[in-house]
């Protein structure tokens, strides 16, 4: 049964699968093309864009202390060794209001690994602008660490640049985990000033973002807002698009010293992250 939400008003229209809690896409009707790419729906990261909870990306040997105590984490269907962006993006979400331009979803999980929360996520279209929010409320008796962010797939191809600030950078290493910090940020990496960049695989975190990067595609201006300094960039060869995510801690936070970026939730307690795209 296909319980898909399409959302509009006069300047976009999105399309939003409960499954996942995902955004199969996002369509500029002042430009007629899309923003987000269009996700056909068949595999979970086939879409727009999607949640992660309650950890993003990647964690080094699926695993952090927390408090004295090893926290060793489950894995899933989508990646053989980590927990990859938590499971909120591979699991249905409830539906618990819808309006024209609007929804709300929700999802519970418990875990044998700690992890005891409910989640509630909004989207919102606001004039020219998608509002996303991700709101976590721990459960458990015990005290865990969170962390989250969104997963958004921009429309991008030969007729784009894009553009951000960041003071410094993690490249990649084994396992798509990263390798010492640093703050000579090479060209194929440093997106200082607008440009296409190289068609090629890139997969790294930025540290000191300013909390705004712009696509710009042929006439259509696109601005992602979110007050974290922590970006993941990901782009693959030959593939029209380009991703930039908004996380609430680097990648592989857990097992950095201080945990930067990550929340001890106590029951009760809640974290927020909110993100938006602005189109003109």
Request: aromatic content about 10%.
């Amino acid at each position: 049964m296909d319980d898909t939400l399409t959302l509009q008003n006069t300047h976009l229209r999105m399309r939003v699968d409960p499954q996942g809690g995902r955004l199969l896409s996002l369509f500029s009707l002042a430009h007629q093309q899309a923003v987000l790419r269009e996700g056909c729906g068949v595999k979970p990261g086939e879409c727009g864009l999607f949640p992660m909870l309650p950890v993003a990306n990647r964690i080094a040997e699926n695993r952090f202390l927390f408090r004295g105590e090893v926290v060793n984490l489950p894995r899933h269907e989508e990646d053989a060794v980590f927990f990859l962006h938590g499971d909120g993006w591979l699991r249905r979400w409830d539906t618990i209001a819808v309006h024209e331009d609007a929804c709300h979803l929700r999802s519970g999980r418990q875990m044998a690994c700690g992890y005891d929360y409910v989640a509630d996520l909004h989207y919102q279209l606001d004039a020219a602008v998608l509002h996303a929010s991700l709101t976590i409320t721990h459960r458990g008796e015990r005290p865990m660490l969170y962390g989250c962010g969104f997963h958004p797939y921009f429309a991008f191809d030969r007729h784009s640049t894009v553009q951000f600030a960041a003071s410094g950078y993690w490249p990649e290493g084994k396992q798509h985990l990263p390798q010492e910090w640093q703050s000579d940020i090479p060209r194929q990496a440093d997106f200082s000033g607008a440009q296409y960049g190289e068609d090629a695989w890139l997969n790294v975190g930025y540290s000191g973002w300013s909390g705004r990067a712009i696509v710009q595609r042929d006439v259509m201006k696109v601005t992602l807002l979110s007050q974290t300094p922590w970006l993941m960039l990901f782009r693959m060869q030959g593939e029209s698009f380009l991703c930039l995510e908004p996380q609430s801690h680097p990648v592989n936070a857990h097992n950095m010293p201080g945990q930067p970026g990550l929340q001890a939730l106590a029951q009760g307690d809640q974290c927020h992250f909110a993100m938006q795209i602005a189109v003109v």
